[in-house]
């Protein structure tokens, strides 16, 4: 077991999966000689060359297109686009091919290409580079999301990603990248479809993705601390495919729900989850759902109006409160 | 849902025989009914479109409620406006973009839960707000939510509110409102042994319904009397001798029945019924007679009893018997009762108290006829004599008002030539 940072557990995934396959190659800008925007690439060319690690030009669907060709061809390219927002200008090739793709050829061609992508807010990177589209991916058959909140995920999930034969948008936190966390050494794979529980409690589901995760968990030692609460924390890790079970049995138990995620409200992570579990969990359900979610505005680029856009654990405590009104002493 | 019998609460809808966008005649069959006292097929009494359908088949609904519209097709969609059932209204959820807002104020910290909880007490027929667990766990401990004070947001019946109330009766919890046969199975065996839950029938639901409201809301008394009986006798044996084949014979009960019907027309109070604080008095005579039917008790009803002659209730109440016993009574015969005759004299009970069948004013509980030795003229000589227990609802008759009427009822069946007038 090794303690190292996001960005680090993320280059050892990639330095492992391309020592193990050498059909692994990676694709992006800056990520070559500049070793990545967050430094995620590091020394990576220096190992591999350029031909397996290509910088590219400024043309996210042009690069996204070339991964989905040289996975047809079999190849496994892992992709980085600098941010989630630049990966709109690749919504063509993501939705119309890498995830149609293996249904129009009916299974006969796979898309094994993961797309790696920083987003969410924090670092006063203004309305064009700072949101979160989780919710948008996972509206969209035929690709996986995977959503690492600690650097033992981020690792294991890019593996497993990696070794998909199904395109993988994987999404990384810009706050998250110096994230520290004990990392399992050799082959660490997380399979996707697993949640994470974060921390047991019995009266409230406290679900959040990313770094919402980190803040639900804080919550709860809040909500312990000062208001006798026990919050169960869980972290869903893959959001397609969802683990949809551990969810619902930390509901059967708690009979409350509070989902929380760095996205906008409308049609988000939160929404399409409240509409799972009351589909599925009705008769435990003790209170309405309730929802976290970032403001409904494009991400402001001032730092206290970008910060009273964000989540934070005094919202997920009022929405956990809300919850239990009048069930706790 | 139409009211289909006297006593109708509410009613079960079976089958529908027309689909929605099916044109509709007067007097096609609409849909198939359950009653408390049989399955009826109610014909439509408007022509039109079947626009709409409320009532799913199954479905249990109070009368007057809305099960179906029939009208024009191009107003399917407007509202029914006259009181469907009442349509469940989505609570103000907390703003989804609630960071936002808080932090926008400037504070960006905890907004302080406002407490809506506080206790309002509820009016009757009003929705009852309560979680989804909440209401499994009163169904599954047999509380009613209509008790409960909800402690959540709102004044929400929440699962700590229940638990709270099942802990402070715990007796009631032992017996399950709603049937529950999974927890009928798990029950420990008790020094009664073990337990087998037997459902009532709809009939017999009914049944208890009313006897217990009966008890519970009517004041009874009741009168006893004997009636000699000779001549009542002497005349039936007459009447049989000289019935060619085929003619019905009336019964002891008929002539009760006759005698009955006669003194009500003299009595026009024994013959109302107490209704929402006032007395009504009905112009018909229309005498039930209790019938024991399997597993049930029906009370079919021999209609203006005070102008038809004996053979005639003879004839009637055979035909209704036997329409009881093979199950094709139909609720316009169980209907419009004014009072009830209810003889036990066949099984050798020779008296006891009946309970008024609402909303009558009393109920004649009939013996049977016993050889006895009677006192006549200072010597002891055969008699025979039925014990007859009149038991009525004090809010209509009093004491010497059920005292005439009996003694007219006794004074009838002693001379039974006045019974043919």
């Known amino acids: 077991?090794?303690?190292?940072?996001?960005?680090?557990?993320?280059?050892?995934?990639?330095?492992?999966?391309?020592?193990?396959?050498?059909?692994?190659?990676?694709?992006?800008?800056?990520?070559?000689?500049?070793?990545?925007?967050?430094?995620?690439?590091?020394?990576?060319?220096?190992?591999?060359?350029?031909?397996?690690?290509?910088?590219?030009?400024?043309?996210e669907n042009t690069i996204v297109g070339t991964g989905v060709g040289a996975a047809m061809a079999g190849l496994r390219p892992v992709v980085e686009l600098m941010t989630v927002n630049f990966s709109l200008l690749a919504f063509d090739q993501i939705i119309n091919h890498a995830a149609a793709i293996p249904y129009m050829f009916n299974g006969q061609v796979r898309v094994p290409l993961v797309i790696r992508m920083p987003g969410g807010g924090g670092h006063q990177l203004g309305p064009t580079h700072s949101h979160s589209f989780e919710a948008m991916f996972l509206q969209i058959p035929g690709i996986l999301v995977a959503c690492p909140s600690t650097a033992a995920d981020g690792k294991g999930l890019l593996k497993t990603a990696i070794r998909d034969d199904n395109p993988v948008i994987f999404v990384e936190h810009e706050t998250l990248y110096g994230i520290r966390g004990e990392v399992p050494e050799d082959d660490h794979v997380v399979e996707f479809g697993s949640a994470a529980v974060r921390r047991e409690g019995s009266d409230v589901t406290i679900v959040g993705i990313l770094k919402m995760a980190h803040e639900a968990e804080r919550a709860a030692e809040t909500l312990a601390a000062e208001h006798g609460v026990e919050a169960e924390v869980i972290d869903p890790r893959t959001l397609r495919p969802l683990d949809l079970d551990t969810i619902l049995d930390s509901v059967r138990k708690t009979n409350r729900a509070v989902i929380v995620e760095e996205g906008w409200p409308h049609g988000g992570v939160g929404a399409n989850l409240a509409a799972l579990i009351q589909e599925q969990a009705f008769d435990h359900l003790d209170a309405p759902i309730q929802r976290v979610t970032g403001a409904d505005v494009p991400m402001p680029y001032s730092k206290r109006l970008e910060q009273s856009a964000i989540p934070h654990p005094e919202h997920i405590v009022s929405a956990v409160l809300e919850t239990t009104s009048g069930a706790l002493p | 849902m139409p009211r289909l019998s006297d006593s109708m609460e509410e009613g079960t809808v079976l089958a529908w025989m027309k689909a929605v966008g099916d044109e509709v005649a007067v007097g096609d069959e609409l849909v198939e009914i359950e009653t408390d006292k049989a399955n009826m097929v109610y014909e439509s009494d408007v022509a039109g479109t079947l626009v709409e359908i409320l009532a799913e088949e199954g479905a249990t609904l109070p009368i007057g409620s809305v099960i179906a519209r029939v009208g024009d097709p191009?107003?399917?969609?407007?509202?029914?406006?006259?009181?469907?059932?009442?349509?469940?209204?989505?609570?103000?959820?907390?703003?989804?973009?609630?960071?936002?807002?808080?932090?926008?104020?400037?504070?960006?910290?905890?907004?302080?839960?406002?407490?809506?909880?506080?206790?309002?007490?509820?009016?009757?027929?009003?929705?009852?707000?309560?979680?989804?667990?909440?209401?499994?766990?009163?169904?599954?401990?047999?509380?009613?939510?209509?008790?409960?004070t909800g402690s959540g947001p709102g004044g929400r019946i929440i699962k700590a509110d229940v638990e709270r109330a099942g802990e402070a009766a715990p007796a009631q919890a032992a017996e399950p409102a709603a049937p529950a046969p999974a927890a009928a199975a798990e029950r420990p065996e008790t020094a009664r042994g073990s337990i087998e839950t037997v459902e009532l029938t709809r009939l017999q639901q009914t049944v208890s319904r009313r006897m217990a409201e009966s008890k519970a809301t009517a004041p009874h008394f009741y009168l006893t009397t004997e009636i000699d009986m000779s001549r009542a006798v002497e005349a039936r044996a007459r009447i049989k001798a000289a019935a060619s084949e085929g003619d019905v014979v009336p019964s002891v009960n008929d002539?009760?029945?006759?005698?009955?019907?006669?003194?009500?027309?003299?009595?026009?109070?024994?013959?109302?019924?107490?209704?929402?604080?006032?007395?009504?008095?009905?112009?018909?005579?229309?005498?039930?007679?209790?019938?024991?039917?399997?597993?049930?008790?029906?009370?079919?009803?021999?209609?203006?009893?005070?102008?038809?002659?004996?053979?005639?209730?003879?004839?009637?109440?055979?035909?209704?018997?036997?329409?009881?016993?093979?199950?094709?009574?139909?609720?316009?015969?169980?209907?419009?009762?004014?009072?009830?005759?209810?003889?036990?004299?066949?099984?050798?009970?020779?008296?006891?108290?009946?309970?008024?069948?609402?909303?009558?004013?009393?109920?004649?509980?009939?013996?049977?006829?016993?050889?006895?030795?009677?006192?006549?003229?200072?010597?002891?000589?055969?008699?025979?004599?039925?014990?007859?227990?009149?038991?009525?609802?004090?809010?209509?008759?009093?004491?010497?008002?059920?005292?005439?009427?009996?003694?007219?009822?006794?004074?009838?069946?002693?001379?039974?030539?006045?019974?043919?007038?």
């Open chain 1, 1 to 59: 077991m090794a303690t190292m940072r996001m960005r680090e557990a993320l280059n050892e995934a990639l330095r492992e999966e391309m020592e193990r396959d050498e059909s692994v190659f990676l694709m992006g800008e800056d990520i070559a000689v500049f070793e990545g925007a967050f430094k995620v690439t590091q020394g990576l060319m220096d190992q591999f060359g350029e031909r397996r690690v290509r910088d590219t030009p400024i043309s």
């Open chain 2, 74 to 148: 191009s107003e399917a969609t407007a509202g029914d406006g006259n009181g469907g059932p009442p349509r469940t209204e989505a609570e103000p959820e907390a703003p989804a973009e609630a960071p936002a807002e808080d932090a926008a104020g400037g504070a960006g910290g905890e907004e302080g839960v406002t407490d809506e909880a506080a206790a309002a007490p509820r009016r009757s027929g009003e929705r009852i707000k309560a979680s989804p667990i909440a209401r499994r766990v009163a169904a599954d401990r047999g509380l009613d939510l209509a008790g409960l």
């Open chain 2, 255 to 421: 002539m009760v029945v006759k005698a009955c019907a006669i003194a009500l027309r003299e009595f026009p109070r024994a013959n109302g019924s107490y209704r929402d604080g006032h007395v009504e008095e009905h112009s018909r005579v229309n005498v039930g007679i209790a019938v024991a039917a399997r597993d049930a008790l029906v009370v079919p009803t021999v209609f203006d009893a005070d102008e038809k002659g004996l053979r005639q209730i003879a004839a009637e109440s055979r035909g209704l018997a036997e329409r009881v016993r093979e199950g094709t009574i139909t609720p316009p015969e169980l209907s419009g009762g004014t009072f009830t005759v209810s003889n036990l004299g066949m099984f050798g009970i020779t008296s006891f108290s009946a309970v008024i069948n609402p909303p009558q004013a009393a109920i004649l509980a009939v013996g049977s006829i016993e050889d006895v030795p009677v006192v006549r003229d200072g010597e002891i000589v055969p008699g025979r004599r039925m014990a007859v227990n009149l038991a009525c609802d004090h809010r209509i008759l009093y004491g010497a008002d059920g005292a005439r009427f009996l003694a007219r009822v006794r004074d009838l069946l002693e001379e039974p030539v006045f019974l043919a007038l």
